[in-house]
């Protein structure tokens, strides 16, 4: 069955710095995998999504993420963040095949603070 | 722009009450979640529905029971509550396949007592 793990239930950065927000994901074939972005009181946004062709993906917000088949993941990364990025951040995987099919798989999220 | 819509953005019901969770979606997709997210649980898939009046078990269907009579509205319905039912719901629909994005609601936080 597909799972996906973020190892860091929560990360403070201070603004400006750099950020990399870790994704594992258990899956036999090739994943569809997705970032969404939760402000506080808000529902899910999306933030990039891979699904096939490039492995480095661009996404809304100066975020980008990059596929790692050989090691299963897709870590988010921004280069400077903004105290507008505090949120929790959600890692997905999708599948495309058998009774799952289209259904997400998400991990257990990522709480961000951003010190000023 | 794609807009997911939920009845209530706060909720507060009794043990045993019958609880209606709406949302609709005007963007005439095909496929329709609802999730339960608790913290350092994520998002748990209650129920999914690829189509009108048809509906697939998530990972945690118990206690819990969907509606689908039109494509724009999909119901959670909680025949029994309790206070284990405590949590954010969160509506989704996606227009096609997995590659597609899913749009999800504002979210509905209930509080059985």
């Known amino acids: 069955a597909q799972s996906v793990t973020q190892p860091d239930i929560h990360i403070t950065v201070s603004e400006g710095a750099s950020l990399e927000l870790r994704c594992n994901y258990s899956y036999g074939a090739t994943p569809y995998l997705f970032w969404y972005v939760q402000s506080p009181g808000q529902g899910l946004q999306l933030l990039l999504k891979y699904f096939s062709g490039d492995t480095l993906v661009q996404g809304i917000k100066g975020f980008e993420a990059e596929f790692k088949r050989s090691q299963s993941s897709f870590n988010l990364r921004k280069p400077s963040v903004h105290w507008s990025d505090a949120a929790e951040y959600f890692c997905a995987v999708g599948a495309d095949r058998g009774s799952t099919l289209g259904r997400l798989y998400f991990g257990r999220g990522t709480q961000l603070t951003v010190w000023p | 722009d794609v807009k997911v819509t939920q009845s209530s953005r706060y909720l507060v019901k009794r043990t045993g009450e019958k609880v209606f969770l709406e949302c609709v979606q005007d963007?005439?997709?095909?496929?329709m979640f609802w999730y339960r997210q608790d913290p350092g649980l994520g998002l748990r898939l209650i129920y999914f529905s690829y189509d009108v009046k048809m509906k697939e078990k998530g990972d945690i269907p118990e206690g819990y029971s969907v509606s689908r009579e039109k494509k724009e509205r999909f119901s959670l319905i909680l025949e029994s509550a309790s206070t284990n039912q405590t949590s954010m719901y969160l509506c989704?629909?996606?227009?096609?396949?997995?590659?597609?994005?899913?749009?999800f609601g504002p979210g509905t936080r209930l509080t059985v007592l």
């Open positions: 963007m005439d997709h095909e496929n």
């Open positions: 989704a629909s996606r227009a096609g396949g997995p590659t597609d994005t899913q749009y």
